[in-house]
């Protein structure tokens, strides 16, 4: 198993916990927004292992700060890591697939990627990577090529991913303010993470996907049901629901109340 992660602690004790399972662990520091590192990750693979498999790009970063109004390094930061990243994973690793005649690709999207609802930084790029996946999967299909690929888009899950500014890289400067009223979104939000489905249920999921093979992977089946409704809404050419209530979340109203409240205290 190769394992990488910007966060080269946290990557470490991962190699870790793995070995400890008796599997034999490649632990590359990587930054996924840079193609070289991401380039470099691929060589490293085939150097130790001299295949790769299954190939997840799974790393993915939020922020809260404000997208119109904030700086433009939160926009490169979350496309670096989200859109980019997925794009290196792909580049880097599909040759190797294709040349070993086997192998599948999966890239993590969010129910984000089809239903826009947690910010514009990381809707736009969760849709991005949906799509890219999509076109990928029918490219590999129409040519006749035997890697397969699937996107996973997952509502709550137990992680880390509210915090993910604690690798916010040094070299886009300050880390960008919150957005007003971010706190109260956030607060429940993190509520709802808590509560969600555990990291290792999902990879379940991943791994029944890559075996059957399926494309899409959808571990929150409540969260699709309001997809669904937003594409019913787009076909009869409806404008955009200006608040959208979310499995596990207050309703939309009662959050919009709520930052209303701590405007006027302000
Ligand atoms: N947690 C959720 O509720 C949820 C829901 C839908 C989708 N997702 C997606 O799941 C994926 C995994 O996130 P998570 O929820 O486990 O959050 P997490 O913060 O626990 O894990 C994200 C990992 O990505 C790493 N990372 C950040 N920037 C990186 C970079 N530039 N290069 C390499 N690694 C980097 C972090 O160090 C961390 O280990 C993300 O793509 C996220 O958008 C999460």
Redesign the pocket.
Known sequence: MVL????EE?LAAAAETVAALGVDVLAVP????RESAVQALAAATLERFGAAHVVCN?????TLADPWSGPLSAWEWVV???FW?VIHGVRAFLPLLVGQGEGHIVN?????GLLPGIGAHYDAT?HAVVALTEDLYTTLGSTGLPVGASVLC????R???L??HR?WPAHLGERPEEAFGSDIVSGHVRRA?DE?MT?ASVADLVADAVEEPRFWVFPHPDFVEVAELRWRSIAEGRDPALMTDLPGLPPAEQIFTEILASLEEQ
């Open positions: 990488a992660d910007v966060d946290a990587t930054d996924v927004s799974n790393a993915g970063v939020v670096g890591v989200n990243g993590t999207a969010s129910i984000a969760k997952p509502g709550w899950v992680t880390g991913i915090d993910a690798n993470i969600g990291p």
